[in-house]
Structure formats: structure tokens, C-alpha cells
């Protein structure tokens, strides 16, 4: 799978191209080390009566993938939408907002 990221202040934008992957068949999480992971499996062609595979051609074969997407640490693990659309998987992640701390002067 083909991937982009984005980010903006605010949000990183992840883009993963997953043609002919059906949407039950994708999976997104956090692993215990905050890196985002898709996985996926592309299911083999079922061959009608009659047909075979052409020799030498047949390279879209079923498989399985996991891409591992290591964001910055200000990625919020609770702030996450992901959408499916035409083969196109796309991950909104929120980036958390670092804290003005006001250190005291003794």
C-alpha cells in the first residue's frame, strides 16, 4: 500500500491507497509504541467454470499488508477518525496542543 502523510497544525492527514482491498477487510490501530499500523488483506479472485490463469501473468495474487506510520509525539491516540472511500483509506489524526507551563521564581 502506497501511503502519504500531511500534517498541519492542528491534525495529521494520513492517505493510504488500498485498490481492491474491501473495507471489511482493513484494520487501523495504535501499537504499543504509538505508531499508527494498517493492515489489510487483498482476497484472491475466485476462477469461474473453465477458467485458469494465463501463464507468465499472473502477478495479483491475495495478500496481506501492515504499514507502520511513526507520527510525532503530539499525535492524540484519542483523536481519530478514518474514513474508506474508492479504494482510498484516509486517517484524521488530532495533535495535541503542548501546555505553557509558568515556571515559578524563587
Known amino acids: 500500500c502506497r501511503v502519504d502523510v500531511l500534517e498541519s497544525p492542528t491534525h495529521y ?17 495504535f501499537d504499543e509504541e ?3 499500523v494498517i493492515m489489510g488483506s487483498r482476497p484472491e479472485r475466485q476462477l469461474a467454470e473453465g477458467e485458469r490463469w494465463w501463464e507468465g501473468a499472473h502477478e495479483r495474487t491475495a495478500d496481506q499488508f501492515e504499514r507502520k506510520i511513526r507520527l510525532g509525539k503530539d499525535a492524540n491516540q484519542e483523536q481519530v477518525e478514518a474514513k ?3 479504494g482510498t483509506l484516509e486517517v484524521r489524526i488530532g495533535r495535541s496542543v503542548p ?3 509558568s515556571i515559578p521564581i524563587l
Open 13 to 29: 492527514t494520513v492517505l493510504a491507497d488500498l485498490p481492491g482491498v474491501p473495507k471489511e477487510r482493513v484494520t487501523v490501530h
Open 34 to 36: 504509538g505508531n499508527l
Open 84 to 86: 474508506y472511500e474508492n
Open 99 to 101: 501546555q505553557k507551563k
